[in-house]
């Protein structure tokens, strides 16, 4: 930065709407009196102003304030169309309706001439000194009201260069105001109203930058992080990947004097900068990817900021903030602080409530569309009433059972568990140790709650419901064929009809008829599920009996916990047809295939194939052309509707073919051979060992669950085929929105909700536009935030710990056995099939069917997500793959290359490798 940049004044025109910090000081008024402040100019630049009048380094900064907001407000918006008036309208439809069209009505028209003018002189004067361009940052009048913050809400432009770009960044930041979820934080803490200033500051030409958070904020305290140390995450380049949780980043724990506690150095690929072109990734060398971000004297300074921003009654603060190389010297620059606070507690919980997908994040990762989300709580919701009802529980009426969490599906622990708590014998523990797992403190408090469960109802029912319920067991198989041969015949009559023919009342019907199959599919896959856990815990409470060993206290060992485990997943491996194993078995013997066709084995390997008919004529193709008949309809993260099926796009299925042929050969039946025999071997250990009339009840009960399994994963495969019409006709119904409104994008449908899609073919006014634009632009917002931990109480925390730095980490074992190898750590949104070599470790924050292919090809997988009988697990223990589940945190502590041992039978991780720490020295940064 150029040291001219603390001398530009503006021409006076420019003055009265541009203030500068040293402006916002003096306003301040007399200190017995509330600070008036906020109101004219937003929370964070008065905290920005008052650092720089205290020393602490800042870059300048002007402020477009709240009274600019408001008269842009009123001159343009129709009347109703106000922010006090949208925060009473949240989360109704005409409130929706109106924010999307205030939205749409603020990006589109001119600023007013006066401000226009302005920001052209600040531009002409900044330009030839500011070589990053702007920063143009919210500062919303609401966010030091009694701990409200829109941080991960309103928007943020860094990098605008140009009089047209700084005008747009003003209108987006605006504009953030009127997202859903925005208003409806801004109701659910009660805030009657509120302005937006905007903070305009030159871009930090950062060699790093990070976020330090100058203490922890009450339930964060532990080994991890504590109460006396400073937390700093940090990259190269700018910062906001570091704010948006958008990759790994280094971690620092330092001592409020600045000593170095800890640090955990993460492997950076690729650095945020700003170019000609705007915000652009560059290259990190591989030889500089490892070494720390911050050298040992910006962590020293960064501890003396901190120290001067901590106060015993105040809370703490996490602190935005650049290094930059000024006449040879590094110097840290603050570019926010604020309180570290947590959002609103999610719909449907409290303070204590425990939300989680541990599990469902296996098959929903990341952020769901709108239309996606629409239709798969509606599925949810119904299909866990309908499976409570069948065991016999009540289900409170307003009960919610389902929610969303910055886009993502979360289940309501608390509530589950209090239903399934009416069954005697049902504990937290025992359900989660099999669906996902939790904390320690996280079980001890749904245990807690638990207790006052009163399970009379369900004994009272119980003469009723257990005998329909154990015949229904006994036909559940029967039922599954009935309803896959009804599911077919609804397929085929809508996949058959030529849609672009029908009318759009017919087309809503055809649209409600397959939402129809999907709801019915989904009281029936969750009643698969919940036989399957029944029979799951059934045979492991089974094995834990005959295994059992006590302590001197008459308490279980927990090694008879863990053992009793593995020997269940052992003699539940290698179950015959399995569903979702079979793209995978299918797939790696078209690689085989491929092998014996010099031709096709050569297009392959060149990674130049995109579509079957880029491959030659010949037995690899015919191959290919029957995988996509038979499973044509799945692919990776194919709960999503809008994904692409593979039928659609192939591509990934090339992607993995290659990472089957970069090694040897392998025998798709031989890790299904070896489950079985592993399976054989468990059962002829007990056989020696246990009484005959026990040895029947454990054939009996082995047989129910891997049955259970099978129909499960049966309903699971045809619910997939269902969201695969659902997509065909939500495809059909975005052609003719597009046709109506020519600028909206492709895939515009999946934008929609099910009800507004159905209310707008049902009526002939597609007038959605607007919502679509609205909520387009939250699903970005929400794609781009990191994920919330898989479960939390409460609320989401606010700061994402340090990832575990210690040799051995500790998960749930989800498929027997032991290996050691290299790993391959898959990113968000990374092909994991471009980079894997045949016996590495895939190292991901998840895996879904569509991945389970690669299953065969790794010699161990890993997850951040999921539990043991997660559709992958099950997947894993069929192809005899070992896997350790629930990992947290394992994709930042664990870097690509790194020797690891994989525990499948206790769910343990090691790093065989010697640690080794990056040096954090001055001049360790990327070139410039």
Known sequence: MQPTLDVVELPSHAIALLHRFSVIRASRGKPSRSDPRPQRFGGKAVMLADLEGEGIPVPPGWVIDASTFERVVDEQLPKGHDIASLIKLAGTRVGMDRAARARDRILSDPLPADLSEAVGALWEILEPVAPWGLGVRS?????????????????????????????????????????????LYLHRWSIRSVAMPVLIMPVIVARSAGVLFTSPPPGLEGDRWNVDERLVHSTFGLGAPVVDGASTVDTYRISRDGALVDEVIAEKTTMLVVD???????????????RGSLSREALTELAVIAKRLSHPDKPALDVEFAVESRDGAERVVVLQARPITGGVFPEGGDEKTVWSRANVGEALPGAATPLTWSIARRFSDAGFRAAFAALGCSVPKGAVLVTNVHGRFYLNLSEFMDIAGQVPGLSPRALLEQSGGAPDEIVAELEKQGTSTSKRGFLVRAPFTLPSLLMRGLRLEREVEAYEAEAERGRRQITELDLGLLPDDALSQTLASASDLLMSAGELMLTCASASLAAHLALTTWLRRVLKK?????????????????????????????????????????????RREPAAMAALQAGNVTNVEALPQGPTRAALLE????????????????????????????????????????????????????????????????????????????????????????????????????????????????????????????????????????????????????????YLRDAGRPD????????PPPVRLPPSAAPRLHGLAASPGVVEGRARVVGAGADPATALVPG?????????????????????????????????????????????????????????????????????????????????????????
């Open 840 to 928: 590495e470790i895939l190292v991901a924050r998840t895996t879904d069917i569509g991945m389970s292919p690669l299953f065969l090809v790794a010699a161990g997988v890993v997850t951040e997500l999921g539990g043991p009988l997660s559709h992958a697990a099950i997947v894993a223990r069929e192809y005899n793959v070992p896997a350790v589940v629930n990992v947290d945190g394992v994709t930042l502590s664990v870097r690509t290359g790194e020797r690891l041992r994989v525990d499948g039978d206790r769910g343990i991780i090691e790093k065989l490798d010697a640690p080794q720490k990056a040096p954090s020295l001055v001049g360790a940064q990327p070139k410039d």
């Open 276 to 290: 000609g072109t705007g915000l652009a990734a560059r290259p990190i060398e591989p030889s500089q990817s490892t």
């Open 788 to 795: 919330p931990p898989p479960t939390f109480v409460g609320r």
């Open 139 to 183: 500062s919303a009048t609401c966010e030091d009201a009694r701990g409200a913050s829109l941080a991960g809400l309103a928007t943020s432009i860094i990098g605008a260069q140009g009089r047209s770009a700084i005008e747009d960044a003003i209108r987006q930041v605006w504009a953030s105001l009127y997202l859903p979820r925005t208003l």
């Open 550 to 594: 006590r302590d001197a206290h008459g308490d279980e060992i927990v090694e008879v916990r863990l053992e009793a485990a593995r020997v269940a997943q052992a003699l539940t491996g290698g179950i015959a047809e399995i569903e979702s194993a079979n793209p995978g078995l299918a797939l790696l013997r078209i690689a085989n295939i491929a």
């Open 627 to 778: 995988f996509l008949a038979s499973f044509g309809d799945r692919c990776v993260r194919e709960a999503e509707l809008m994904t692409p099926r593979w039928l659609e796009d192939p591509s990934s299925l090339f992607s993995m073919l290659q990472a089957a042929l970069r090694g040897p050969a392998i025998d798709p039946d031989a890790g299904p051979g070896r489950a079985r025999a592993l399976a054989d071997r468990e059962m002829a250990r007990l056989e020696a060992t246990v009484g005959r009339a026990d040895i029947r009840v454990l054939r009996a009960l082995v047989e129910r669950t891997q049955q259970f399994t099978r129909l499960r994963e049966r309903m699971r495969a045809r619910v997939t085929r269902t969201l695969g019409v659902i997509r065909l006709v939500a495809l059909d119904i975005d052609r003719r929105l597009l046709r109506i409104e020519p600028s909206l994008p492709p895939q515009s449908v999946f934008f929609c909700t099910y009800e507004e899609l159905f209310a707008a073919l049902k009526t002939g006014r597609a007038d959605v536009a607007h919502i679509i634009r609205l909520r387009r632009a939250e």
